[in-house]
């Protein structure tokens, strides 16, 4: 691929210079964890506000402090209202397949993305992955046309310009919209890259979800430990499932589960990111199961299948008493 890489000084003038490339008509591509991506904040809504498809890697690290490298979602779940894209993946296959279809969605619906990975579980974990020809990938990525940019002397534009009262609403407006219109285009990107590869992908993946009586929702790698848990659990004759999400921004709102498993917290009194997500969504069912919040994994502290065990015993005993209890807790 015929590529510009420029070195800056910070995370900061990282996603400026991406900002200014995209804007230009070029493909931009940056990654960042952690505080660099708080270092980007600023420039994170600039980049969704204009409308420009840049791709990011996020390897999920936690925010200082204190200072710690290791492995929660404080960092992205922190941006998670700045009108990226954001889609999560468990294990290192689906890092790799997710970054293919990141740019067609992108450049198809014009917003940001990021590609989220558990910093060190995966990002500095081995395993064996199925690569695609490049050709393949030339060819299901496709080139980029945009239709209107900077570089484009025929048709003179302003790209963030000073958006007054008269303006700002009805931009903020069109960004909603935008994430609203990107569900099926996600859709539509993944049949076309199950055609390609056999590998399949929604907003989320459903583990044993048939005839579950209680289930979770996690989100990224831990849910590798949570199906081994189910696995055992089913052994012992437990209907129990779990529910995958892989896509966060837009968030699916659809029926979920009866425990959502949050990596990061919001110190909002009353739960975690995904949490809150997940019980919004269920609010409108006629027949709402209990929502429970669990936060585990902060500052990678690590999630076992003991850990797993002791979160469904505790939604049986809901499911058993009807009585939730206290929705908001920690594990680990």
Request: aromatic share 10%.
């Amino acid at each position: 691929v015929d590529t510009e890489f420029e070195p800056v000084e910070s995370e900061h003038s990282a996603m400026s210079v991406c900002i200014g490339a995209s804007a230009a008509g070029a493909r931009a591509v940056t990654a960042t964890s952690s505080a660099g991506l708080a270092f980007m904040w600023e420039l994170l809504y600039v980049a969704a506000s204009a409308r420009l498809p840049i791709t990011m890697a996020v390897v999920n690290r936690a925010l200082t402090g204190p200072i710690n490298i290791n492995n929660d979602h404080s960092d992205s779940m922190g941006a998670r209202d700045a009108g990226w894209i954001q889609i999560y993946a468990e294990t290192n296959q689906e890092v790799y397949d997710n970054y293919i279809q990141a740019m067609p969605i992108s450049e198809t619906i014009r917003l940001p993305i990021m590609i989220c990975q558990d910093g060190f579980i995966t990002s500095h974990g081995v395993s064996n992955i199925e690569l695609l020809e490049d050709e393949e990938v030339k060819e299901f990525v496709g080139e980029y046309k945009p239709e209107n940019y900077l570089l484009k002397s025929e048709n003179p534009l302003a790209v963030g310009p000073y958006g007054i009262s008269p303006y700002y609403m009805e931009a903020k407006r069109q960004q909603a919209q935008a994430m609203k219109d990107a569900m099926p285009i996600i859709m539509d990107v993944a049949k076309r890259y199950e055609k390609l590869t056999g590998r399949k992908y929604g907003f989320f993946e459903e583990y044993m979800m048939d005839d579950a009586e209680v289930a979770l929702v996690v989100i990224g790698s831990s849910a590798g430990t949570g199906k081994e848990a189910v696995d055992r659990l089913r052994a012992e004759g437990k209907k129990v499932g779990l529910i995958k999400l892989r896509v966060f921004r837009p968030f699916p709102r659809v029926p979920l589960a009866e425990a959502i498993m949050d990596k990061a917290e919001s110190f909002s009194n009353s739960g975690g990111p995904l949490f809150n997500e997940a019980r919004n969504s269920l609010y409108d069912l006629p027949n709402k199961p209990y929502a429970i919040n669990y936060i585990y994994g902060l500052g990678g502290r690590d999630i076992t299948v003991e850990d797993y065990y002791e979160i469904y015993n505790d939604l049986f005993i809901i499911y058993d008493t009807d009585d939730p209890g206290d929705v908001y807790r920690y594990v680990g």
